[in-house]
């Protein structure tokens, strides 16, 4: 199994909603990631987890709050975002933080209204 | 047709042909390289990788070519097919920042459009 899933697929918000991003993998991966990818741009890396703790987080506002419950689940919770949080949210994950190859998501489109 | 990576975004081939997607890169200290594909509505998927040691690294159809000197890569597809059509980004690995992972720094993207 090479897959990393995603939940939901589409998600639609209000600015003063709580809601919740979820990934799962089942690769015995030890480093998950979230990435952001607004239209027609690059994705940009938000968290790393290695090893369920937090190592790397690049700048990014508080009301994005990253979780990892155990080694195959990563869940990202938003609360009170931006029309500009819209994008696309990768999910990727790799053997460990040192290798370099990552799988990636499928991604959850978000919309905030 | 040859692309210039982040200033031409869009490159439009003849089923069959070759296609040369191109990319420079930030930091000359960069130890690995990676293309994706990403697909409408999809993650990117890994392509093809190269380490800064190596110059040309070949897959089935795919080629990569690293010019360190002007930190410029290089992805060859031969005989392109319509489900190459895609969006291409390199991705560059930097140094270790304070041993916390290894992080991809992506580039600008190319569109790949194949023409039956």
């Not at chain 1, 703790?53 to 689940?73: H, Q, T, W």
């Not at chain 2, 509505?41 to 159809?61: L, T």
Request: aromatic share 8%.
């Amino acid at each position: 199994d090479t897959e990393v899933t995603q939940t939901p697929k589409h998600l639609v918000m209000g600015m003063t909603n709580k809601k919740s991003l979820k990934c799962e993998q089942h690769m015995g991966h030890r480093a998950m990631y979230w990435y952001k990818q607004k239209a027609k741009k690059p994705p940009e890396l938000m968290f790393v987890y290695s090893y369920e703790k937090l190592s790397i987080n690049e700048s990014v506002p508080s009301r994005f709050s990253p979780e990892c419950p155990n080694s195959s689940l990563l869940n990202l919770h938003l609360h009170a975002l931006q029309p500009e949080d819209s994008a696309l949210y990768l999910c990727a994950s790799s053997q460990d933080s040192l290798t370099y190859e990552q799988y990636f998501g499928p991604g959850t489109r978000l919309t905030v209204t | 047709g040859e692309s210039v990576g982040l200033h031409l975004p869009t490159l439009s081939v003849q089923e069959g042909d070759n296609s040369i997607i191109n990319c420079a890169y930030s930091n000359s200290a960069s130890d690995y390289f990676i293309w994706y594909k990403q697909e409408s509505g999809k993650g990117p998927q890994f392509i093809i990788d190269i380490r800064s040691n190596m110059d040309k690294r070949q897959g089935q159809r795919v080629t990569v070519l690293l010019n360190k000197t002007v930190k410029h890569l290089s992805l060859q597809i031969a005989a392109t097919q319509p489900g190459d059509s895609a969006v291409y980004f390199c991705a560059e690995i930097p140094p270790l920042r304070n041993n916390a992972g290894n992080m991809l720094t992506f580039g600008g993207g190319t569109r790949l459009m194949v023409k039956p």
